[in-house]
């Protein structure tokens, strides 16, 4: 009997509150079909940034001897490459290169370079020289050259140890005087110049190829190159990707209120929610029983 009344309640509410109820409906529906209208059909545009070109240029050293004397490690005239450390006895000389390049989809660039031998002696921290006593700067090689993209201009070099060591010596010779570190390395700079992907270019880097440099070996320490991105980008407009649960949760509202408009719709019209007389005195003795 408990659920006959709560079913015959439910049916009295609705036959009593039937035009509100459905106008409350229709004014759900309007608006949620609005805002899923607005969210799925009608997205919001926004901007970013996306990469439209983009070109690169780089610097890099390469390092070699030549073995002058016949040894158990090293046989006679054999080139030896990029080794971490070199020895006085069995080569005299480091042979090295210097190149740059770049890579575009357009371009010419003028590249004239300059390859020094810089020994200088002063404080150093790290790789930097933060106070110089003396500087030495002995030219090496320099070229000029134009480059399509893709192309290397390479400048090679050859640095003499013994010529070096000689020069270290009397210029601590000549000012009576071995304060400082000792500091050698070859040094290129290359000015640029032109275009890369339509972009103007005029540019200049500087390049460095530490040593240290000793009576018994010489080496080659962590190089100072260029490795240069050039990005270009442009502000596109794209739309916005709607928020899942506004777009889902806009179309399920509008769904629901729909469907509760025809279950009321059509209840109203086959009369299930119509009351008996029996039925509406019993809600009206409930009724009562409950404000007594």
Do not use: K
């Not at 059909?41 to 610097?59: G, Y």
């Not at 570190?181 to 005029?202: C, F, H, L, M």
Request: glycine share 6%; with cysteine.
């Amino acid at each position: 009997m408990g659920e006959l009344d709560r079913w015959i309640r439910v049916r009295s509410v609705l036959d009593d509150w039937f035009a509100v109820i459905v106008l409350a409906l229709v004014i759900v529906a309007a608006l949620s079909g609005w805002w899923a209208y607005q969210v799925n059909l009608v997205p919001d545009v926004e901007t970013e940034q996306r990469l439209s070109e983009q070109w690169s240029e780089s610097t890099s050293f390469q390092h070699s001897t030549v073995i002058t004397n016949e040894t158990l490690p090293f046989s006679e005239d054999n080139v030896v490459s990029n080794r971490p450390i070199y020895y006085t006895a069995v080569a005299d000389q480091l042979d090295g290169s210097y190149s740059y390049s770049y890579t575009a989809d357009s371009g010419s660039l003028g590249v004239s370079t300059e390859t020094f031998l810089l020994i200088r002696s002063g404080e150093l921290d790290g790789d930097n020289m933060t106070e110089t006593y003396w500087d030495i700067r002995q030219p090496l090689e320099n070229q000029t050259t134009t480059l399509e993209p893709g192309d290397t201009q390479s400048v090679e070099f050859a640095v003499s140890i013994p010529s070096v060591l000689d020069t270290i010596g009397t210029a601590e010779s000549q000012l009576g005087s071995s304060e400082g570190i000792v500091d050698v390395r070859v040094v290129a700079v290359s000015d640029i110049s032109g275009t890369a992907n339509g972009n103007e270019v005029n540019q200049t880097y500087r390049s460095e190829m530490p040593m240290v440099v000793t009576p018994s070996t010489f080496r080659v320490t962590d190089t100072q190159t260029i490795d240069e991105p050039h990005l270009s980008f442009e502000t596109v407009e794209v739309l916005a990707q709607p928020d899942p649960i506004g777009a889902y949760g806009s179309i399920f509202v509008f769904g629901l209120c729909i469907a509760l408009l025809v279950f009321l719709l059509v209840f109203r019209y086959r009369d299930y929610l119509e009351l008996t007389e029996s039925e509406r005195e019993l809600v009206q003795l409930t009724q009562a029983r409950t404000f007594s």
